[in-house]
């Protein structure tokens, strides 16, 4: 019987329950608190923060239970300013992302997107910061964005970085991000000036850049990298207009995936590593010109292993027979 009766969770070492509340959302991990007193405030201590507010939605049109949005904020606070571990390597922070595949899509205005005072949010995203965070992944969209805070662009112990929000990339002459291995960025409208291509320049041992969203076709593309390794380029096409110049300086580069307009122009350097591509560029008329200009993208992949045409890609190699 007194084996049967023995408190097993609260024998358990610190290392485990820190192990078994960080890889749970940051409320599951809140929960347990009711498990017995061993539990009580041991999710202050977790590493891996995980913050969703799921399944709120704030479409105007299609809202649901934007009521409960002020209790994720107050829960979001409380933990926080609860958190007593002087490490976060983990933070996720995701909220209205039931509205952002709509927005990217034009189905949804400004005013589905939920109200934040930017001070407030900041204070969200600056927490990690200076507790040695090698995980950052935020979704979040808001009404009246401003710029991404300029503490993100100097941690020095970001190895991932995920960012699906709505603040400008103003990115700073003196930024070095110098451990960041992956760059996954989701915009709406990428920002038509140098901010990505000197983002990228500033990250030395990036291996993975992912880039989803729009990009002013009349706006030239660039990406400079000798560290990278993996390139996914999804530019979203709401028009015919072609891009004006694509620039892609990558010898080290192993996976392309490439989707957007046709470009007038194609600098491509040395592709010799390439092992496998996606090529999908929007023709959308043919002519011996735009024909040319695919040709001219497709001549560096050449000794690629494995390649996938699609779309304009393939009507062009059918028009030259």
């Known amino acids: 019987m007194a ?61 649901h239970l934007i009521d409960s949005f002020p209790s994720f904020k107050a829960f979001v606070d409380n933990i926080l300013q609860a958190c007593q571990s002087e490490r976060t390597t983990t933070f996720r922070l995701h909220f209205a992302k039931n509205n952002i595949s709509r927005c990217l899509s034009h189905y949804c205005s400004e005013e589905c997107l939920p109200e934040m005072e930017l001070e407030h949010l900041y204070a969200w995203m600056k927490f990690p910061l200076t507790r040695g965070v090698t995980q950052i992944d935020i979704c979040a969209r808001v009404q009246n964005p401003g710029k991404l805070p300029s503490a993100l662009y100097s941690c020095r112990t970001l190895e991932v970085l995920k960012l699906n929000v709505t603040f400008d990339l103003e990115v700073p002459l003196s930024m070095c991000l110098p451990n960041l291995k992956e760059l996954h960025l989701t915009k709406y409208d990428f920002p038509v000036d140098d901010s990505v291509s000197r983002l990228v320049s500033s990250c030395p041992s990036l291996e993975l850049l992912a880039l989803e969203g729009h990009l002013t076709p009349s706006s030239p593309f660039s990406i400079s990298s000798p560290s990278l390794r993996r390139l996914t380029i999804n530019f979203l096409v709401w028009d015919g207009r072609p891009r004006s110049k694509l620039v892609l300086d990558v010898p080290n580069l192993e996976y392309l995936m490439y989707q957007d307009v046709l470009a007038m122009q194609y600098s491509i350097g040395d592709l010799n590593s390439l092992v496998e591509a996606e090529v999908d560029t929007m023709l959308f008329y043919t002519s011996e010109r735009q024909i040319d200009n695919i040709l001219s993208f497709l001549s560096p992949l050449s000794n690629v292993r494995r390649l996938f045409l699609m779309r304009g890609c393939v009507e062009a190699v059918n028009y030259c027979g």
């Open 3 to 63: 084996v049967k009766d023995r408190d097993r969770i609260s024998n358990l070492p610190d290392v485990l329950l820190d192990n078994i509340l960080s890889s749970l959302p940051t409320k599951d991990a809140v929960a347990t608190s009711v498990l017995s007193w061993r539990w009580r405030w041991a999710f202050t201590w977790v590493r891996c923060l995980d913050f969703d507010d799921s399944p709120i939605s704030h479409c105007v049109e299609y809202s």
